[in-house]
């Protein structure tokens, strides 16, 4: 055989595919020069000069899948949004266990093996009256799906985190003047007066039609967008792997025929499969449909006319949509919402006639003349009066008269004074705790700044679109 091969090597048809053959191996090594390894480079994110690799990602991404129940696995499967809030949360576990470790390695931090394999044998998961037992080990290594370097690599990684962030994580002391601030703000009263003006005090009589015009320009009634939809459903258990199978083969051959342009009344009878219409779906609305969901009508809402939707997987079964007509939002004709109008109109009536009564009540406070007929009670942040009136309350200071809108009424404010609380040990030191939990918070996340800025995060753009967003 290699002697017919030496002989063959003059012919000119052995010499052009030697030729072709040199080529392709010099266009790959040419190929890797140029381009500077791309194709062999799986760094999805560089964080300062260290990478996290694809690899890194998806083993991540493994085990957040691991700790989910069966619902939230074929959620992060099958729903777009859902996977997408999978991957941001696996590169931000990433990124911060990078930063971390770039951190500690610049501190000179280092978990040896036998520390790792003291955290092993110390853990209670592992033990058996206080004794590490090497078979609960291996069980929960072969259950996982991970490797000891996997378990190993995990441990380095929370150990690392509690050396570098330990000490942002130590409670400050806070000084007493904020705690006596934030006590007095939390607990004072204020003592207030104030007068309701409720709309109902004021007669109006019926609009006329121009009036109604008017008050219309104003306040159009918007009929939102609705849409006709169809689908076709196959059932199956997704638990029982065969059933599984037959009901996703069958929703493809039912696909392949809408492809290849039957109805899709035609291709779900063909297959004895389940087809629905329905007429005015609205966004928000709520629909007596077993099959659609609030995610699909979301789904069924970012389509355009006449577009079918990929196979899904739902929780039973099996589903592709179609969007076959959208009627657009629109302002609806005067004569169809004019006995509606009236109500709307009287009220606005009555506001306005409102506002001018406590505007002058207002004056007259404003004037040294007082409220006559206020009510006078003491309030805290949260109880004694209505939210409006409270917020108000606390957000002037003493001697202060204003105007509060509610719903249905204008209320002309005096605050009165302010009524220092009483000491309560049990209260100040429980905010003192709260206190020092949000300066740790503080800290901590002013510390992950810093570490952003030290190692500045980039996403490897062409390696995400590879590997990630496919």
């Known amino acids: 055989m290699l002697e017919y091969l030496r002989n063959a090597a003059d012919k000119p048809l052995a010499k052009v595919l030697m030729f072709v053959l040199i080529f392709s191996f010099v266009g790959w090594g040419a190929a890797e020069w140029i381009f500077g390894n791309v194709s062999s480079d799986t760094t999805l994110i560089h964080v300062g000069d260290a990478g996290v690799s694809v690899q890194q990602f998806n083993n991540e991404r493994s085990q957040e899948l691991a700790a989910m129940t069966k619902d939230e696995q074929r959620a992060a499967y099958t ?25 500690a390695e610049d501190l000179g931090f280092v978990v040896s093996e036998k520390r790792i394999a003291d955290e092993i044998r110390m853990n209670p998961q592992f033990q058996v009256n206080g004794q590490f037992v090497p078979w609960m080990f291996d069980m929960v290594i072969q259950n996982s799906g991970l490797s000891e370097q996997d378990i190993a690599n995990a441990l380095r990684v929370e150990i690392l985190r509690k050396m570098v962030m330990g000490a942002t994580s130590v409670p400050m002391d806070v000084p007493q003047f904020a705690v006596d601030a934030m006590y007095n ?46 689908y076709v459903f196959v059932a199956a258990d997704m638990n029982k792997p065969d059933v599984y199978d037959a009901g996703f083969k069958t929703t493809q051959q039912i696909e392949d025929m809408i492809i290849s342009g039957d109805s899709m009344k035609d291709a779900a009878e063909k297959y004895n499969a389940k087809f629905v219409q329905l007429q005015n779906i609205k966004r928000d609305g709520k629909v007596s449909d077993a099959v659609l969901t609030d ?17 899904l997987e739902l929780k039973n079964g099996f589903a592709i949509l179609r969007v076959d007509e959208i009627h657009a939002s629109h302002n609806a004709e ?44 003491s ?10 009136l409270l917020n108000a309350a606390f957000a002037g200071k003493d001697g202060d008269n204003t105007i509060v809108e509610d719903d ?4 002309v404010l005096h605050i009165d004074k302010t009524a220092m609380p009483k000491k309560d040990t049990k209260k100040i030191e429980a905010l003192r705790g709260e206190l020092k939990k949000t300066s740790v918070n503080y800290v901590g996340d002013d510390y992950s700044q810093f570490l952003k800025r030290h190692y500045p995060v980039r996403v490897n753009d062409k390696v995400y679109r590879r590997f990630i967003a496919k």
Not at 79 to 88: C, F, G, M, N, Y
């Open 79 to 103: 729903d777009p949004a859902k996977s997408a809030e999978l991957t941001k949360n696996v590169m931000m576990v990433l990124t911060r266990n990078q930063l971390l470790a770039n951190r």
């Open 185 to 230: 703000a939390r607990y004072a009263k204020r003592d207030i007066k104030y007068v309701p003006v409720k709309f109902s005090e004021f007669k109006v009589d019926n609009p006329s039609d121009d009036q109604l015009k008017e008050y219309y320009v104003q306040n159009p009634r918007v009929i939102p967008e609705t849409r006709s939809v169809s």
């Open 295 to 311: 995610d699909l009508i979301a789904k069924l809402f970012a389509m355009d006319m006449g577009m079918e939707s990929e196979l």
């Open 334 to 377: 005067f004569k169809d919402v004019k006995k509606d109008l009236v109500d709307g109109w009287k009220k606005s009536e009555q506001r306005k006639k409102a506002y001018v009564r406590a505007n002058e009540l207002l004056v007259d406070a404003n004037g040294g003349r007082g409220l006559k007929n206020a009510k006078s009670v």
């Open 379 to 388: 309030v805290t942040r949260t109880e004694g009066a209505t939210l409006e």
């Open 408 to 411: 249905d009424a204008f209320y």
